[in-house]
Structures are given as C-alpha cells and as structure tokens.
C-alpha cells in the first residue's frame, strides 16, 4: 500500500505540476500547491477537500515563500516532499536580452528555488527524512542556441541540486534531478515561454530556429501525465536516483552532450596537463 505524503508543489496551476497534483489527490496524498494566481490554481484542479491547500507565492519573494511553507507546516503537521517545478523558458542571445529579462528568469527559474529549498529544510532535518525533486531541463544539460540564458538558469539548477544531495544525504533527506525533454505542456506558449523583446537583425536565424520551437506545441513527445507518475514512483523509493532524464529525446541529447564532452576533454589532454608542476 502506497504510503501517504504530504507534498508541496510549486508552479502547479498547469502542465506537469498540473498533472501532478490531480494524480497525488486522487491517489489520498495531501498537496500545497503554489501559483501566482491562486484562483486559476483552484480551478484548474478542480478539488474540494482538506487535502488541497492552494497558496499564491510570489517565489522570488523570501517572506511569500516562508509563509506558504510555514502554513502548509502549520496545516498538514509535516512535509515529505518538495518538488520545485516552477520555472519558464526565456529565449534571446546575450545582446538582445535586457538586464530585466535575464535577472527576472534567474529569480524564477534558480532563486525562486532557492527560497523554498532553504525554508523547507528545517522541516524535514527536524523529521529526519524527506525528498526534494528538483527540475531542471535537457537544456541545462545540452543546451541550443539561442536558449543561452534559459540553460544557463538549468545549469545552476543542476549544480545546486548535486551539491545540495551530498549536504543533506546524512540527514535522512533524498534528492532527486530531474531533466526532462519536451513534454505536450502549455510550456511552449507566451505564458510560459519568454522570447527578447529586443530584436537584432543579425541574429534572424536564430530567431526563426525560436519560432519554430514555438510553433511545436501540442506536437511534443513527452506525457505529463505520466511524467507525473514518475515522480510519485521515485518518491515511494527507499533509494531514489540522484540524476532521472525524462523523455527519450532528453536521454538522446545527454548521451550526445556526454561524447561531446568525452571527445573535447582528450582532443585537448596535452595542454591540459602542460599547467603542472
């Protein structure tokens, strides 16, 4: 019998989190869910019942975060499991992106979780157990072009999160990095998907290459659905896995970027070594 959890779920008002709560009330857990409007998060999910608590959090805002935190604390009596899914995709190259665009994808995308992450660990310390899911992407991996700064917020996610598993392994805490491919979400739409309102005639190519990304949603390979079902597999897990790609296109791109990288590393072993002593 699958054990009860409670969990927080943050960016919950559509696709995988969406998902993901629908299936994690349905199966008896109980659920806080954040989004920035709390009445498109109540229905969407379309649940009556104590087991759903609806927050509206700015994550970017440390007292918004704490609060939301310390109330699902003071409501369920305990946290079992984090999953930092809020975030959103931001194309551009570097001379077309403002200061704004770039510092406001970075308070969503990598402080944002951040905030939750450093609320909700003395929770679970004081427990002696819980799991933090932490999502990244295939393009914090692999990044493309003209993706710079979306990968470059992924990236921090995955040097956060593999830092992060060794501090707290001791702890009783899980974590688990999760990097998926493109899944058949809203996240290819404008709410989701910010592109520089600063336009650079030379970088039209990249521009179009954007555009056509855009225009693959309702195309994607991935399921969120059961996408979501994964993560409440994992969750159940005594020994969870540290690193979990999602999507067969996710898996193809990582083992690409592995020989890239392999490949390069020995090209240059020479002059790597030439630094010592």
Same mark, same amino acid.
């Given at each position: 019998m699958e054990n009860k959890k409670v969990w927080f779920v943050t960016g919950a008002s559509k696709g995988i989190g969406l998902a993901l709560i629908k299936q994690l009330l349905q199966a008896g857990h109980k659920v806080a869910?954040? %989004?920035r409007n709390s009445k498109n998060l109540i229905d969407a999910v379309n649940f009556k019942g104590d087991a759903f608590l609806p927050l509206k959090v700015e994550l970017a805002n440390d007292d918004s975060v704490s609060a939301a935190i310390n109330e699902t604390y003071q409501n369920f009596g305990r946290i079992d499991v984090v999953v930092n899914n809020a975030g959103y995709g931001i194309g551009?190259? @570097?001379e077309e992106l403002t200061d704004k665009e770039v510092r406001d994808s970075f308070d969503i995308n990598v402080f944002g979780m951040v905030n939750v992450i450093r609320?909700?660990?003395p929770i @679970?310390?004081?427990?002696? %157990?819980?799991?933090i899911i932490n999502i990244s992407s295939i393009a914090g991996i692999a990044p493309s072009t003209g993706w710079s700064v979306y990968g470059a917020t992924k990236h921090a996610v995955i040097g956060l999160t593999e830092v992060l598993a060794e501090d707290v392994k001791a702890l009783g805490i899980n974590v688990t990095l999760i990097a998926p491919g493109s899944f058949r979400t809203n996240f290819n739409n404008p709410d989701s998907l910010v592109l520089s309102e600063n336009k650079i005639d030379a970088y039209s190519s990249i521009r179009a290459a954007q555009e056509r990304f855009a225009g693959m949603s309702g195309s994607q390979a991935g399921d969120p659905e059961k996408a979501a079902n994964v993560m409440m597999e994992i969750a159940e897990m005594s020994k969870p896995p540290l690193y979990l790609l999602l999507g067969s296109d996710a898996y193809a791109r990582a083992f690409n970027k592995l020989e890239l990288l392999s490949t390069s590393y020995k090209e240059w072993e020479t002059l790597t070594a030439s630094t010592d002593y």
């Open positions: 869910a954040t %989004s551009g190259t @570097m609320h909700v660990l @679970m310390r004081k427990q002696n %157990s819980g799991h």
